[in-house]
């Protein structure tokens, strides 16, 4: 497996592997090339040969707080790490930019992601009604660097 920064020739396989990870509220295209824009370096990949999973940070304008904005990884490539790896990395090139805290969303019945992100120490925080809309509720969860 190769872990890579996301170049622009990528983003339609991080494209179409979110929309088979996560369906109708997937990032757009749009969304993921604007993404990729503003928060490059912080789109990191696993490929083998072709993209497994995927991780999208961005550091809240103003603030030392990165956020863990989207991971997915391929539901055959699962249990493998990769989620926790591409997280992991992400972190780490936050810390490059003074990042003091990490946060992230994710669905409060997602028992996995909950378990992955316990495992790189982020607390479980509110959980936030109707966050992409209405019934669409996410955990809130942290972690100081």
């Known amino acids: 497996m190769e872990i890579f920064q996301v170049q622009v020739e990528d983003l339609n ?40 999973g995927y991780c999208i940070g961005g550091i809240e304008a103003g603030t030392t707080t990165g956020h863990i904005m989207s991971l997915a990884v391929d539901p055959e490539a699962r249990r493998q790490r990769i989620g926790f790896i591409l997280t992991e990395k992400v972190m780490a090139e936050f810390v490059k930019y003074n ?14 992601a909950i378990s992955l992100y316990e495992s790189l120490g982020f607390k479980q925080g509110e959980i936030i009604q ?16």
């Open 13 to 52: 396989e991080v494209h179409a592997l979110g929309r088979k990870v996560f369906g109708d509220i997937a990032h757009s295209s749009l969304v993921i090339r604007q993404l990729w824009d503003q928060n490059h370096p912080f789109v990191w990949a696993i490929r083998n040969p072709n993209i497994l």
């Open 130 to 145: 109707d966050y992409f809309g209405p019934g669409a509720h996410r955990l809130a969860m942290s972690r100081a660097v």
């Open 99 to 112: 990042v003091s805290e990490y946060k992230l969303v994710c669905s409060p019945t997602n028992t996995a």
